[in-house]
């Protein structure tokens, strides 16, 4: 039975939580409310309730991801916070940037424009054809670089693979060579545990609206201590209102002009909605879920699969390589002829099926997703 907090629309089989999570009914209500407000009385939420929601929201984020709220800026998303890393990160002609071959195609583009303007060199980490040892992974990492390396961009669960990298091993290598470490972690809040004080890492980018699961427009920015200084907002505006001026790294990203703050004050609520549930029974279900999802469509597609089968690789997302060398329209007919939602991934010459799990989703889609697929194959 789907779970009564989330409301999938009747004819939609959704196994892409993983890209565009749908918030909770909880969440929905608290965003409505706070929309309002802000419709019936602008001045009084922006000019008197603006700021202390935001920094209790990021207070009740912080406390949840192992960390200071002195430490965090509340940002619309992943790719907006992984934008201001670029802006306030200083490159020289003859420095790179390392990131890996499993990595997000808009933040490679990101960290293109960031050399291409600073005459830096962007390079690739290849790493290991099947993950099995984790610090076959590190080496790899680690290989890319060299005394001109400024920083490593790497993702905690990969959006391309659904793999999870081992993220603390690599800062810590990095740290005894002096290079920071920009996380790009999206996928990671809610599907593993996160204690960011403890990873060890100098930035971390994230969006709330995937395994947090609230609303679009949500995320966040995490920066070290020691890097604060270094940055600098997209956006200039007032960070405090007058008579008030910015005084911490994060006050600039409190003011950004006229927006809608409803998205980043349900983050709240969206953690308070997994921790009643319970964040544990969350995991393990959905990574359940994920396991029969892999073994169907390896069993029964002849699908492969690019990591061991260990909780350490992957958690509530299935990921397979499928068994042919064309699958361009797979995903548009599996949503035209079956009303199912699932990413069908172009990858490094080879396609691959993506397979979200979360509390809403049942067995039964994803066996419906394993006929269709084979039925696709077939013709």
Known sequence: MAHPLWQIRPDTTYLNHGSFGPPSLPV???????QEELDQQPMDVFVRRQEAALLAARQRLASW????ADNLALIDNATWAMNVVAESVVLGEGDNVVLSDHEYGAVERIWQRACLRSSAELKTAVLPSRFEDPDEVVDAVLAACDERTRLIVVSHITSPTAVTLPIARICERARQQGIAVC???PHAP????LDLDQLGCDFYTASCHKWLSASFGSGFLYVHPQQQTSIRPLLLSW?????????NWYDDFLWLGTRDISALLTIPVAIDVLEEIGLEHFRQQGHQLACFARQQLVEKLGARCLVADDPCWYSNMAHVE???QDASGMQQALWDQHRIEVPVVHWQDRWFIRVSCYLYNEQAEVEQLVEAVAGLLSR
């Open 190 to 193: 809610a599907q593993i545990p």
């Open 28 to 34: 929905i209500e608290a965003r409505r409310q706070w």
């Open 65 to 68: 991801l192992g960390t200071s």
């Open 322 to 324: 499928l068994p042919v």
């Open 183 to 185: 996380v790009d972690g």
């Open 239 to 247: 960070g405090k209102l007058p008579p008030e001026e910015p005084s």
